[in-house]
């Protein structure tokens, strides 16, 4: 979408409960994006927050042109809110980032560099992320070994949700990745196009507290493994195989004690391996209703977040429509 002879940025940004750094964040990105050659959008996803950020969110839409307001009817999460943010994107390059200053404005002039360069896909990838304790840093890194291990497509360790992707790569997001259950910066990694990469150092967080609990954390890491790999499904197949061969050797040596010693082998064998067999069957079992549970999210086919308004300055409207209410 190109206004006056400029191309046009979007930046998406997701907000739940964040009264605290929205002024910064606002003030410290506007500079930045009035120096580059590109015009640009401010799309704030407002996910439901519950203090005083909606009414900071609608002060800036009715002060500043640059400013759109996608406003939730309640809590989606940011996988969704990005995803909204993109539907809701008009721009010829699209960035997500969050709303807390840890992903630095300072990249977007860079990011500019690499659509001007022809890239479709920039993965901002974090050298250090100074807010996360050892052990998220630890238990991250081993999140993406596991995932590369068990899923066909490989993963940038690091990547973050600090992505940017150009007006085509937004629209295959935007029609094709409807999944109910979903991994956005995966897909963005599978997606294909010229692909790059830009390092940056996660600050602290400005203010405020992660909205992540270890919870909320656990469940995202299973179902994004899910969502990418069925390798945990073949698991069954494989555990039988070897517990076939396990049984085949103790029939063996059963058959050799009673005809050599007379005794077969006794009891506590048995419960050793009623309790092996059965904790190895119900961990399959559990895998298998994972896979249903997602399953059955998609299949009910609910929406990925519902939108209650939004807001805008009447002069954006000039940029044209909006791709996802264009249906
Ligand atoms: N966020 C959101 N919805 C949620 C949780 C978080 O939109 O349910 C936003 C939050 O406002 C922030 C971004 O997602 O802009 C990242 O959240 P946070 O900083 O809490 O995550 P962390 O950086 O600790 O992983
Ligand atoms: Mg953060």
């Avoid at 094709?176 to 995966?186: A, D, N, S, T």
Wanted: aromatic share 10%; hydrophobic share 40%.
């Amino acid at each position: 979408m190109e206004k006056d002879g400029k191309k046009l940025l979007s930046v998406v940004v997701s907000v739940y409960n964040e009264e605290l750094v929205l002024g910064d964040f606002y003030m410290e990105t506007k500079q930045i994006l009035e120096s580059i050659a590109w015009d640009y959008e401010l799309i704030f996803v407002n996910d439901g927050s519950q203090d005083t950020s909606l009414l900071k969110l609608e002060e800036l839409v009715k002060r500043d042109v640059h400013v759109r307001l996608v406003n939730f009817s309640r809590n989606f999460g940011h996988e969704a809110a990005m995803i909204a943010g993109i539907d809701y994107s008009r721009g010829d390059g699209v960035i997500c980032m969050d709303a807390d200053l840890q992903h630095p404005p300072e990249c977007i002039p860079k990011v500019i560099e690499k659509f001007e360069a022809g890239y479709g896909v920039i993965n901002l990838i974090r050298t250090k992320n100074k807010d996360a304790g050892r052990l998220k840093n630890v238990t991250s890194a081993g999140f993406y070994k596991v995932l590369n291990l068990l899923s066909p497509v490989k993963f940038e360790a690091n990547a973050s949700d600090f992505i940017a992707i150009s007006k085509s790569a937004a629209d295959v997001l935007r029609n094709e990745y409807r999944e109910k259950v979903r991994f956005l910066r995966g897909y963005v990694q599978s997606l294909g196009f010229p692909k790059t990469s830009i390092s940056y150092e996660a600050k602290e967080r400005r203010a405020g507290e992660s909205k992540y609990s270890i919870r909320k954390l656990m469940k995202f890491s299973v179902n994004s493994l899910l969502c990418f790999s069925d390798m945990p499904l073949k698991l069954g197949v494989y555990s039988g195989i070897f517990m076939a061969m396990v049984g085949l050797i103790l029939m063996i040596y059963t058959i050799y004690s009673k005809v050599v010693y007379g005794t077969p082998s006794g009891y506590a064998t048995i419960v050793v391996l009623l309790c092996f067999m059965f904790s190895l069957l119900m961990i399959i079992m559990g895998i298998i209703g994972e896979y249903i549970a997602i399953l059955f999210t998609e299949v009910k086919g609910r929406p990925i977040y519902i939108v209650e308004r939004v807001e805008e300055n009447k002069e954006l409207e000039d940029c044209g429509e909006i791709p996802c209410l264009r249906k």
